[in-house]
T-cell receptor
Framework: AQSVAQPEDQVNVAEGNPLTVKCTYS??????LFWYVQYPNRGLQFLLK??????LVKGSYGFEAEFNKSQTSFHLKKPSALVSDSALYFC????????????FGKGTRLSVIA | EPEVTQTPSHQVTQMGQEVILRCVPI?????FYWYRQILGQKVEFLVS????????KSEIFDDQFSVERPDGSNFTLKIRSTKLEDSAMYFC???????????FGQGTRLTVV
């Protein structure tokens, strides 16, 4: 069965500094990996995905993530954080076969301080 | 931009009552899902639906839950006899094909009192 670990409940970063939100996964076969963001009282918004191809994927709002197969990681990064990036971030994985559902991590709350 | 819509945004119900949560997935999507998020906890998969039948369900999705696609546009989640622990945010999602990202609705906050 697939699983996702987000080891940090909370990440604090100063505005303008780079940010990293960590994610590791476990899945049989090649993973489909996703990052979603949730703002207060809102649904989940898709940020980016890795299906195949380049290990570095770029997504919405200047975010990017790097797929590292040997470390089974898919960390979310942004070179320069904005206060408006403050939100709850979820990493998710899906197995490549069949209509398997997304399995989410527990989420990491990002707080960007001005 | 097309989006998944859910109604109502907030539902309060008494324990033991039946509730129906409604979703309109994106029109050309083929796969439909329900997830829930208990306050402060992770997002949990409930059920997936394809070709007018359940394709996968979690252990949470027991006999009190059912899903239906009664017409070409709506996708509903019914909880037959609600319990206090059913209080959560319920999200509907859809995907065009299985390899693409899921699009989520804004959620229905269900409060069972």
């Amino acid at each position: 069965a697939q699983s996702v670990a987000q080891p940090e409940d909370q990440v604090n970063v100063a505005e303008g500094n780079p940010l990293t939100v960590k994610c590791t996964y476990s899945v049989s076969g090649n993973p489909y990996l996703f990052w979603y963001v949730q703002y207060p009282n809102r649904g989940l918004q898709f940020l980016l995905k890795y299906i195949t191809g380049d290990n570095l994927v770029k997504g919405s709002y200047g975010f990017e993530a790097e797929f590292n197969k040997s470390q089974t990681s898919f960390h979310l990064k942004k070179p320069s954080a904005l206060v408006s990036d403050s939100a709850l971030y979820f990493c998710a994985v899906r197995a490549p076969s069949g209509n398997t559902p997304l399995v989410f991590g527990k989420g990491t709350r990002l707080s960007v301080i001005a | 931009e097309p989006e998944v819509t859910q109604t109502p945004s907030h539902q309060v119900t008494q324990m033991g009552q039946e509730v129906i949560l409604r979703c309109v997935p994106i029109s050309n999507h083929l796969y439909f899902y329900w997830y829930r998020q208990i306050l402060g906890q992770k997002v949990e998969f409930l059920v997936s639906f394809y070709n007018n039948e359940i394709s996968e369900k979690s252990e949470i999705f027991d006999d009190q839950f059912s899903v239906e696609r009664p017409d070409g546009s709506n996708f509903t989640l019914k909880i037959r006899s609600t319990k206090l622990e059913d209080s959560a945010m319920y999200f509907c999602a859809s995907t065009k094909i299985k390899d693409t990202e899921a699009f989520f609705g804004q959620g229905t906050r269900l409060t069972v009192v």
